[in-house]
């Protein structure tokens, strides 16, 4: 059972240049996040998907694009890269949606560390 | 603002020790807690839940505290051991919003 995985884990870009990281999770959760760490900051919800084929904005959606085109998978884009997407970038999911009532425990992918020169 | 905030300078302790970390929080009305641990270069790992009607939550060696008068949790790592150096992160879920906290860096020495 591999849970969360996410390709590639390091990549390096020049500024302007496009690419997309890939999540796959085998643990037929519904709910997919895309998250980027900063030093000295919470993690920051970019995108996410509460099933195949739906996705919304989160707190830093600007400048990334996702889809979610089978349950398994959920992709997030960098059409034209900026050093400021220098980040960690985290795939997520969750059985549960985040809310009140239920627990939304997340699972994690490795991390994707980008950086953009 | 809304804020979350954890000690960001790292905490040492001396193994054996019991390590308590905090987390303070601002103008939310939380539903409940998540702790997570973050080892480098990994993603972070759930460790404890607690709804805003629980005063405390145990599991092993682990316990977790929330005071909403407060608007503080407390995490607790009893008779720690080096092992149990990460960063330990919380997060506040409001209204379907998760918010995340920096963390705090736990280094226990032998």
């Known amino acids: 059972n591999a849970g969360v995985t996410q390709t590639p884990k390091f990549r390096v870009l020049k500024t302007g240049q496009s690419m997309t990281l890939l999540c796959a999770q085998d643990?037929?959760?519904?709910?997919m996040y895309w998250y980027r760490q900063d030093p000295g900051m919470g993690l920051r919800l970019i995108h996410y998907?509460?099933?195949?084929?739906?996705?919304a904005k989160g707190e830093v959606p600007d400048g990334y694009n996702v889809s979610r085109l089978k349950k398994q998978n959920f992709l997030l884009g960098l059409e034209s890269a900026a050093p400021s997407q220098t980040s960690v970038y985290f795939c997520?999911?969750?059985?549960?949606?985040?809310?009140?009532?239920?627990?939304?425990?997340?699972?994690f992918g490795e991390g994707s560390r980008l950086t953009v020169l | 603002s809304q804020k979350i905030e954890q000690n960001s300078e790292a905490l040492n302790i001396q193994e054996g020790k019991t390590a308590t970390l905090t987390c303070n929080y601002t103008?939310?009305?939380?539903?409940?807690l998540q702790w997570y641990r973050q080892d480098p270069g990994r993603g972070p790992v759930f460790l404890l839940l607690?709804?805003?009607n629980e005063k405390e939550k145990r599991k092993e060696r682990l316990k977790v505290t929330f005071d909403t008068t407060l608007k503080q949790s407390l995490f607790h790592i009893t008779a720690s051991q080096p092992a149990d150096s990460a960063t330990y992160l919380c997060?506040?879920?409001?209204?379907?919003?998760?918010?995340w906290g920096a963390g705090t860096k736990l280094i226990i020495k032998p």
């Open positions: 997520a999911s969750s059985y549960y949606r985040t809310s009140g009532a239920n627990t939304g425990e997340l699972f």
């Open positions: 643990m037929n959760h519904e709910y």
């Open positions: 998907s509460v099933g195949e084929g739906t996705t």
């Open positions: 103008n939310y009305s939380p539903a409940y």
């Open positions: 607690i709804r805003e």
């Open positions: 997060a506040l879920v409001t209204n379907y919003q998760l918010i």
